[in-house]
């Protein structure tokens, strides 16, 4: 069974999970699924073709799932698709996507605090964490273990890798690479991300690897094709280097440097 408070709102076809707890003045739409043992504290408003998986937590004036803010909107179902165990703070607004038939898609075990704001058609992996007032717009990508940095910006269609971290402030109007730090306005890549990789379990190999390709891509003044032919012939074949080749050769907006 379910905790519901009188006073909160809760359309008749709304899906609700064993154990959900459901607080004061809370409103929930028609289309909407809550998984098992969600938690909505107070105030929180859930709308359009939204599904919530196990364990979430919603905090007061959380906003999940309304139409995008996108002028190009022009109907169709658009929706919201949220893990499990992720954290909404106070304020954080996530919206649905844009066109018919496509979703803003967020994974689990993420914390999003407060006024933290998910854009139209964006797509969070797991593990990440958004500083209070972190901002992406449409379309940005957010890899497995990124931290975006207090009222950081993102530019739409960037992409954020694989344990990366923002600074706070920064405007991001390029992709960040994995493994690496990045700030500034407009932010660039400063050095490698050492206490995230440390924090993750990633191996002295490997951390060693991606120093030396950081090197090469940030500080020997070579293009982009180059530095990547070099990494592929003088750095350790390793996972973590892969996925950072693989990440910096797929840019469409480059990398900030």
């Known amino acids: 069974m379910s905790a519901i408070h009188p006073t909160a709102v809760i359309h008749p076809q709304a899906k609700l999970g064993e154990g959900c707890e459901i607080g004061p003045y809370c409103v929930i739409g ?9 938690r909505l504290h107070s105030h ?18 959380a906003s999940i799932g309304f139409k995008t803010q996108d002028l190009k909107w022009k109907g169709g179902v658009t929706r919201t698709e949220i893990g499990d165990h992720n954290t909404f703070r106070e304020h954080v607004t996530v919206h649905s996507a844009t066109s018919d038939g496509d979703a ?9 605090l407060a006024y933290a704001h998910v854009a139209h058609d964006c797509r969070l992996g797991s593990h990440i964490v958004m500083s209070n007032v972190g901002t992406l717009a449409g379309h940005v990508v957010v890899e497995d273990h990124a931290i975006v940095g ?16 923002i600074g706070g402030c920064s405007k991001v109007v390029q992709d960040v690479p ?3 730090m990045a700030d500034g306005n407009p932010a660039s890549t400063r050095t490698v991300n050492k206490v995230g990789m440390e924090r993750n379990g990633i191996s002295d190999e ?6 030396q390709a950081f090197k090469i891509l940030f500080r020997e003044g070579l293009t982009i ?9 003088d750095v350790a074949d390793l996972p973590e280097l892969r996925h950072l080749v693989q990440f910096v050769r797929a840019s469409e ?5």
């Open 104 to 112: 803003t898609v967020i994974g689990s075990h993420n914390n999003l």
């Open 30 to 38: 028609g289309q909407v699924e809550l998984g098992p043992r969600c």
């Open 225 to 233: 094709t180059n530095a990547l032919a070099q990494i592929e012939k």
């Open 44 to 61: 929180v408003v859930i709308d359009g073709h939204t599904r919530l998986g196990a364990d979430n937590e919603l905090f007061p004036f």
């Open 253 to 257: 907006r480059g990398i900030g440097k």
């Open 206 to 211: 490997a951390q060693a690897a991606i120093r």
């Open 150 to 165: 207090g009222l950081a910006a993102v530019h739409q269609f960037c992409r954020i890798g694989r344990m990366s971290i």
């Open 178 to 180: 994995p493994f690496m």
